[in-house]
């Protein structure tokens, strides 16, 4: 695999290296991502005595042989109804964490911001603070 080179690169310049948080935070957000994945799919305990079963994203049922209890009421609902709130809850994190980690992908470096900031605008119409305009200058 041969490298390519970089065309916007001024002759002499060298690119900065990556900082290793801007190759972490979206390695991190993807597995932010998977676990929220497994957490809307895999089976869960609804009342520490009703055993609901995932099933994608199509809801959540009792398991067979499950109780039905006076307090807990009508256990299909509910457990639909667990199972759905975890699917939001898993589809909210992991939307949050797509947001994290393009930003953390795309975020500029130190290096970058300095660069940006020495070079100035690209047109060129912006005086250095030391250089007073023509129309302030006082004829002697």
């Given amino acids: 695999m041969h490298a390519v080179p970089d065309v916007d690169r001024a002759p002499g310049r060298t690119k900065a290296s990556v900082p290793l948080w801007r190759r972490v935070v979206p390695v991190l957000a993807i597995s932010v991502m998977v676990m929220s994945a497994i957490y809307a799919t895999v089976p869960f305990t609804f009342a520490g005595v009703v055993e609901c079963r995932q099933h994608g994203l199509a809801g959540a049922t ?3 042989g499950t109780p039905a209890g006076i307090i807990i009421g009508d256990i ?5 109804e667990a199972g759905n709130s975890r699917m939001a809850m898993a589809a909210s994190t992991a939307v949050l964490a797509a947001v994290v980690g393009l930003a953390g992908a795309f975020a500029p470096t130190t290096a970058e911001v300095e660069a940006r900031r ?3 605008p690209k047109g060129g119409n912006r005086a250095s603070s030391d250089v007073r305009p023509p129309s302030a200058v006082v004829p002697a």
Avoid: I, L, V
């Fill in 62 to 64: 009792p398991a067979p």
């Fill in 76 to 80: 299909d609902q509910r457990c639909a």
């Fill in 118 to 120: 020495a070079g100035g």
